[in-house]
């Protein structure tokens, strides 16, 4: 496994195309990163789908709402629409470049409407870059990122099957 500097602000995502490791920035998005260990402390992000796929670009998830198979509220057709019940956050944005790996919250044309879901960039996106809010970057298991199944919807999507954060795992 990639070494973690800082094991409670790593998270170890297991999807169902692997495992994926992902080192988070507190410095650069605080709300952001506490938001996302709240969130994967609950347990929110364990078993939702990665709705929104596209080559070249990122793979979307987060949706705890609409996007989680493993509960009654799973509604594939809107997987995407949803966040959780926290109030959306402000907006952390920094000069950190979205390049391959970087972890970014995902939010709708309101700046201050990130909540629940995030993005993986699969190669440079800089043009997000200030417009989005860098919260982390993959530094293992890229490859893995790299097999999820595209689409816009995705039909029969890929999924976290569980995110913990590294300080909460023996």
């Given at each position: 496994m990639a070494e973690i500097k800082d094991r409670e602000n790593a998270?170890?995502?297991e999807t169902t195309k692997g495992n994926v490791v992902i080192e988070m920035y507190p410095d650069l998005a605080p709300g952001h990163v506490a938001r996302i260990k709240e969130l994967v402390r609950e347990g929110a992000y364990d078993g939702v789908v990665f709705h929104r796929v596209i080559d070249g670009f990122m793979a979307q998830t987060g949706d705890v709402?609409?996007?989680?198979?493993?509960?009654?509220?799973?509604?594939?057709?809107?997987?995407?629409?949803?966040?959780?019940?926290?109030?959306?956050?402000?907006?952390?944005f920094s000069n950190a470049n979205?390049?391959?790996?970087?972890?970014?919250?995902?939010r709708a044309q309101n700046p201050n409407s990130a909540n629940s879901q995030f993005f993986i960039c699969f190669d440079d996106a800089s043009f997000l870059n200030r417009q989005y809010t860098v919260w982390g970057q993959v530094i293992e298991g890229m490859?893995?990122?790299?097999?999820?199944?595209?689409?816009?919807?995705?039909?029969?999507?890929?999924k976290i099957v569980s995110l913990k954060v590294a300080a909460d795992v023996q």
């Open positions: 998270l170890i995502m709402k609409f996007g989680n198979s493993s509960k009654p509220t799973y509604a594939p057709s809107r997987a995407g629409m949803g966040g959780s019940d926290k109030p959306d956050l402000k907006a952390e979205h390049g391959r790996g970087t972890c970014s919250m995902a490859e893995n990122v790299d097999k999820i199944k595209r689409g816009e919807p995705v039909q029969d999507p890929d």
